[in-house]
């Protein structure tokens, strides 16, 4: 069935709904790596609220006396900061003319538009443009949407969790924050090193490349026979995670569909959450993440698993390092290219536990407005089939080579 979305309006501002503190907050270097890199988060709910874009709308704008600096702008000159201007969101109000299950919202994959339920800021990347922008899409079933696209500059995949969860506070009528207070700025953080600074130039600048969008389950009978194979390896005495074979898995099948060749080096970057490792504030919701790298041949992946876990465990070492990260030209090379693949988990930071009044989400799914290189999300919080498998959103094989990819994904059994 064809999805057709009216929009109430184009998107309007919504602002702190009383004055909020003014001034500039500096950004990290983790922060700044990442300016002008936008990825969106849609949240699918089947249990209809009352009214839910006003609902959310009015919810968002209190939230935002606790968020403000979401409300505010990137600031221009020399030393990006973010300013507590008090602008606001865009927001956008908008209905479907069918139900969630006729574009098979709740399923593996998607059978809609997802440029329909979400604000874009297309190719412009300026300094006045929101930090952040909404739509709640309502659906003839009572169900809704609600897509958010973020400017990766003011907070990460789980910042981002805290601040909805605080907006679903404020929908449901509950005192927000409920926990922790908001935290954007913490002078204590130290220097986290980024892989991205190693490159010629920010991702932000690369090109979009337009891959294929796949969703798929990788089913528990393959994770489970891979997890009792390493553990057998390991004569018992280590095992691997659900995240650790997945992941190797989306990196081996892209590998063998895209014809690698078996010399090529194939980089891995995988993002990893390290408030805790670094001691971040309750409540700190800038960027707060890593990224640490696996380099390998295309043709040597059998091993994947192992190096996935040495790379993490490798991980405080790598926080406590002051060296500047240096790579050999090649793999400078590979990481820019076609080779690469980028990996965020969103497990286990709260985008599940987001509640606007009738209940957490049914499905939660990630994207990107621009694809700038190969992007994998697995290990997806809320999957429809969970009793199946474990859902993963990969934007990662350009169309040339999804039916190759999607071939080495139905072999894994």
């Given at each position: ?169 404020r929908a449901s009528g509950l005192p927000s924050p409920s926990s922790a207070v908001p935290v ?178 049914a499905r939660v799914v990630p994207n990107m407005e621009r694809t700038v290189a190969p992007m ?38």
């Open positions: 069935m064809a999805l057709s979305v009216t929009k109430s309006s184009s998107p309007a501002l919504v602002a702190p709904w009383k004055p909020t503190p003014g001034g500039d907050l500096p950004l990290t270097s983790t922060d700044k790596s990442r300016l002008f890199l936008y990825y969106t988060s849609f949240h699918v709910f089947e249990r209809p609220i009352h009214r839910p874009a006003d609902t959310i709308r009015r919810a968002l704008s209190e939230a935002l006396v606790h968020y403000y600096p979401i409300a505010g702008r990137v600031s221009a000159g020399d030393d990006v900061r973010i300013s507590c201007t008090g602008d606001g969101v865009a927001f956008v109000a908008a209905t479907a003319s069918c139900t969630l299950q006729d574009v098979r919202c709740l399923d593996a994959p998607l059978a809609v538009p997802l440029d329909e339920l979400v604000p874009r800021y297309g190719e412009a990347r300026r300094t006045s443009d929101p930090l952040m922008a909404m739509q709640v899409t309502e659906f003839s079933c009572g169900g809704y949407v609600v897509g958010v696209t973020t400017n990766h500059v003011v907070a990460d995949a789980s910042g981002l969790a805290q601040f909805l969860q605080a907006v679903g506070e954007r700025h913490d002078a204590s953080l130290p220097d986290i090193p980024q892989l991205f600074t190693a490159l010629p130039r920010s991702p932000a600048s690369f090109k979009h490349v337009d891959f294929a969008y796949t969703d798929r389950t990788i089913p528990w009978s393959y994770i489970d026979r891979v997890k009792a194979e390493f553990r057998e390896r390991a004569g018992g005495l280590q095992s691997c995670t659900v995240f650790e074979v997945v992941t190797a898995a989306i990196w081996q099948c892209r590998a063998r569909a895209i014809g690698a060749a078996p010399d090529a080096p194939s980089p891995l970057v995988f993002s990893a959450n390290v408030r805790k490792l670094v001691g971040a504030k309750d409540g700190y919701y800038g960027n707060c993440v890593t990224s640490q790298m696996v380099t390998a041949t295309s043709g040597a992946v059998a091993d994947l698993v192992r190096l996935i876990k040495d790379a993490k465990e490798r991980l405080p070492g790598t926080l406590a390092g002051t060296a500047k990260l240096a790579l050999e030209e090649e793999v400078v090379d590979a990481l820019c290219g076609y080779n690469a693949l980028f990996v965020s988990s969103w497990a286990h930071i709260g985008l599940d536990g987001v509640d606007f009044g009738g209940g957490k989400p994998c999300w697995p290990c997806l919080p809320c999957s429809r089939k969970k009793d199946d498998g474990s859902n993963v959103v990969a934007c990662c094989v350009t169309k040339e080579h999804v039916e190759e990819f999607d071939a080495q994904l139905d072999r894994l059994r």
